[in-house]
């Protein structure tokens, strides 16, 4: 069985003890048979490791402190929320606005606290946030940090939670670049809107650079912006299925044919959790939860011609 191997910061990963490789956010695989019953662990700089047997139980019973995802070929081990060794506790920024005071505070681990006349409220972060700063905007609170955003209201709810390129938030319009493969330079603009205490994502276009920055001495090449204009046929898929996920009008990507069957196209793909690339042009993976931290992936094959797509098909 082919595992994937992931983490949220860079560890080394050792099986049975043996030194394997550098993990990190992207994935490291390796041939296993789950009747070895290897032990794994992931050891991070600046943290506790995370270790576990990896064997049949992990398809059902995902280690603590792990995501499992199952794949078509095999598995995904995702290690995050690493224990720190330090448990001082140390203010990381704090904001009041009238009767409402933010803190972002780190003990063990990256958390926020929002004391509120609504009542007093505590969410975990991931370690992105510190540093952090943090903006009042009406009834809602933002976090941000070099490369992530969070959006809470008053009463300690967690409405959005994203890694960041760049962003702004105006007339209650919150508006950010979202990264997808930084091996492929690929990135996604959303927007979303702020109404009372909730937010909905109104839109989402894929872009992706032509011309790469590569350093050399003191010179850079130049870059051409991304552009959404026309959508690279290889974007198509990843674009469509993402339109299906936040509700937006993914019949402009369809053939004339497959226009007509745009709602049975969406009950064929089901609920799913979010959209992930795959090394294989026009195949994409949807994330499907099965449980807490346990979520299997299956991926369709998308057909295109002429910059629009003419079939889905389940591989």
């Avoid at 050792?14 to 662990?41: C, H, M, V, W």
């Avoid at 009238?98 to 991931?126: A, C, H, Y």
């Avoid at 809107?193 to 011309?211: A, G, M, P, R, W």
Wanted: negative net charge; proline residues 5%.
């Amino acid at each position: 069985m082919r595992v994937y191997f992931l983490s949220s910061k860079p560890c080394i990963l050792t099986l049975n003890g043996a030194y394997f490789g550098l993990t990190d956010s992207f994935e490291r695989f390796a041939e296993i048979s789950p009747k070895d019953n290897l032990f794994a662990q992931f050891t991070p700089e600046d943290g506790l490791p995370i270790r576990f047997f990896v064997n049949e139980s992990i398809r059902f019973h995902p280690p603590k402190r792990c995501e499992i995802y199952l794949l078509k070929d095999g598995l995904a081990i995702y290690a995050k929320d690493f224990p720190t060794t330090d448990m001082t506790l140390r203010a990381i920024a704090q904001q009041r606005d009238g009767d409402t005071l933010v803190t972002v505070f780190r003990q063990g681990e990256t958390q926020v606290s929002i004391e509120s006349p609504k009542g007093f409220f505590i969410s975990p972060l991931p370690s992105l946030f510190d540093p952090c700063e943090i903006q009042f905007h009406g009834e809602f609170i933002l976090l941000s940090s070099t490369d992530a955003i969070a959006l809470f209201t008053r009463s300690g709810k967690r409405l959005l939670q994203e890694r960041v390129k760049e962003f702004t938030l105006e007339n209650g319009k919150l508006t950010a670049t979202l990264p997808l493969s930084d091996r492929l330079c690929r990135t996604a603009k959303c927007v979303w809107e702020l109404t009372e205490e909730s937010v909905k994502q109104t839109n989402f276009s894929i872009c992706q650079q032509t011309k790469f920055s590569m350093p050399f001495g003191n010179e850079k090449a130049e870059l051409e912006p991304p552009t959404t204009e026309n959508i690279r046929e290889e974007l198509l898929p990843y674009a469509f299925f993402e339109s299906v996920l936040i509700g937006a009008n993914y019949a402009e990507l369809l053939s004339e044919s497959l226009r007509e069957k745009a709602q049975s196209l969406k009950e064929f793909l089901g609920d799913f959790e979010s959209v992930v690339l795959t090394e294989r042009v026009k195949v994409c993976g949807l994330v499907r939860k099965k449980a807490d931290r346990l979520f299997e992936v299956d991926e369709y094959r998308v057909e295109v011609e002429n910059g629009k797509i003419t079939d889905i098909v389940k591989e």
